[in-house]
Every structure is written in C-alpha cells, then in structure tokens.
C-alpha cells in the first residue's frame, strides 16, 4: 500500500513559479514509477511527467524545459519545479504511483495509487 499527499500549489501570475511536492509513504521503494498528472475542469487527466522505474524522465511535450520532476529519496518526497507557468497550466496537480503502469506512462489508468490533488492556478 502507498499513500500520496500532495503540497504546494496555489496562484501565480504568468511567469511566476511554483515547486509542488508529493509525500510518500508506505511500500515506495525504487520499484515504483513515479508521476505527476493534472485535470482541468472538462478536461481528461493528463500525464506531465514520471520518474520511471529504472530511473528513466519522461515530460509531457507541453512542459518540456519549464517543469522539472525529481526524487529527494532523503526526504521520500516526488517534487515537480515549474517555472515559467502559463495560464493553460491551471489545474488540479496530483501524485501517482504503480509498479506496473502501462506501457504509455501518461495514461492515468495505468495507476493505482494517487494523492488527493493540490490546486495550481495562473492567471494572465
């Protein structure tokens, strides 16, 4: 079993900054891929970026260069840097972790484990 819970988000203006973070407990060794996902209203839960099992970083297209995923093992937490936010950036941000997602890492049925969200929101 893990548990997610997310921290960290809240409203920016366009260009502003924001670093999220993920606090993981439970069974989270290295096994497990790791990712970060949003929701806007009316929209499917999309797939921003994943720290996958054997270490490998995927992005979303749309945040290469602004966003960066990491893993402070110290601490056991799953941090997202965004930088140069954009209004099309405002979600809910959630955590999510697998051993086994599918082969698309962005598809947000391949997870079982997910966090209760932290809202972003960037106005223009």
């Known amino acids: 079993q893990v548990h997610l819970v997310e921290s960290g988000g809240g409203s920016v203006q366009s260009g502003g900054s924001l670093r999220l973070s993920c606090a993981l407990s439970g069974h989270t060794d290295s096994r497990y891929c790791l990712a970060w996902f949003r929701q806007s209203p009316g929209k499917e839960r999309e797939g921003v970026a994943v720290?996958?099992?054997?270490?490998?970083?995927n992005y979303a297209d749309s945040v290469k260069g602004r966003f960066t995923i990491s893993q402070d093992i110290s601490k056991n937490t799953l941090n997202l840097e965004m930088n140069n936010l954009k209004p099309e950036d405002t979600a809910m941000y959630y955590c999510?972790?697998?051993?086994?997602?599918?082969?698309?890492?962005?598809?947000?049925?391949?997870?079982?484990?997910w966090g209760q969200g932290t809202q972003v929101t960037v106005s223009s």
């Open positions: 999510a972790a697998d051993r086994h997602p599918l082969a698309n890492w962005n598809d947000a049925s391949g997870y079982n484990y």
């Open positions: 720290i996958n099992n054997d270490g490998t970083i």
